[in-house]
């Protein structure tokens, strides 16, 4: 009986486990030059001005984001999805800005979505150059603030491992969404 019971253990391992689905979910935390931009460059106060100004002079623009991904295991499939480790490129008008690897955990049931919560940091300066406005109008379009738009894209390639072991996604999975808007 035990022996039976442990067979059928690792037949569930080895039931056929369905592609788990990801969407581009939204943006959040994002900050510039240590700002959350909120407001037109016009209106910001001497002291943000000054940040935003020495930060472009000194050639160091840090932003950091948070792109939530949503994933789901469809409902056919009979076992749990785990990602171990995902590989990810962010791009900003289909300009390549940084790429890594997230080594956090997920576990995926069949049917519930799942946030997976990506932070991305990069220097503005070093990809875009420019000015300060021009940096701080980005930090206003990847905020999603209206009227200030951008298209985004995170390019993922999960792992998902399987009862006969890790499987890498064969191609990246394209997530696009435009930000700020009219």
Same mark, same amino acid.
């Given at each position: 009986?035990?022996?039976?019971?442990?067979?059928?253990?690792?037949?569930?391992?080895?039931?056929?486990?369905?592609?788990?689905?990801?969407?581009?979910?939204?943006?959040?935390?994002?900050?510039?030059?240590?700002?959350?931009?909120?407001?037109?460059?016009?209106?910001?106060?001497?002291?943000?001005? /000054? !940040?935003?100004?020495?930060?472009?002079? %000194?050639?160091? #623009?840090?932003?950091?984001? @948070? +792109? =939530?991904?949503?994933?789901?295991?469809?409902?056919?499939?009979?076992?749990? /999805? !785990?990602?171990?480790?995902?590989?990810? %490129?962010?791009? #900003?008008?289909?300009?390549? @800005? +940084? =790429?890594?690897?997230?080594?956090?955990?997920?576990?995926?049931?069949?049917?519930?979505?799942?946030?997976?919560?990506?932070?991305?940091?990069?220097?503005?300066?070093?990809?875009?150059?420019?000015?300060?406005?021009?940096?701080?109008?980005?930090?206003?379009?990847?905020?999603?603030?209206?009227?200030?738009?951008?298209?985004?894209?995170?390019?993922?390639?999960?792992?998902?491992?399987?009862?006969?072991?890790?499987?890498?996604?064969?191609?990246?999975?394209?997530?696009?969404?435009?930000?700020?808007?009219?």
């Amino acid at each position: 009986m035990v022996l039976a019971l442990a067979g059928c253990a690792a037949l569930t391992q080895l039931a056929p486990l369905y592609p788990v689905e990801f969407a581009f979910d939204r943006v959040s935390n994002v900050r510039i030059a240590g700002m959350t931009p909120t407001s037109d460059y016009t209106s910001l106060d001497p002291d943000d001005l /000054a !940040r935003i100004a020495s930060a472009v002079a %000194t050639r160091d #623009v840090p932003v950091d984001l @948070v +792109v =939530h991904i949503r994933a789901t295991s469809p409902n056919k499939n009979t076992v749990n /999805a !785990r990602m171990p480790q995902m590989e990810w %490129t962010f791009f #900003v008008e289909e300009q390549e @800005v +940084v =790429h890594g690897t997230m080594a956090e955990s997920f576990l995926f049931e069949p049917g519930k979505p799942a946030d997976i919560a990506l932070p991305i940091s990069f220097d503005a300066y070093d990809v875009f150059g420019g000015r300060a406005r021009q940096l701080y109008e980005l930090g206003l379009a990847i905020a999603g603030v209206p009227g200030y738009e951008k298209e985004i894209r995170v390019n993922i390639r999960p792992t998902i491992e399987t009862g006969i072991g890790p499987i890498l996604y064969a191609t990246p999975i394209e997530l696009r969404r435009t930000v700020g808007g009219p």
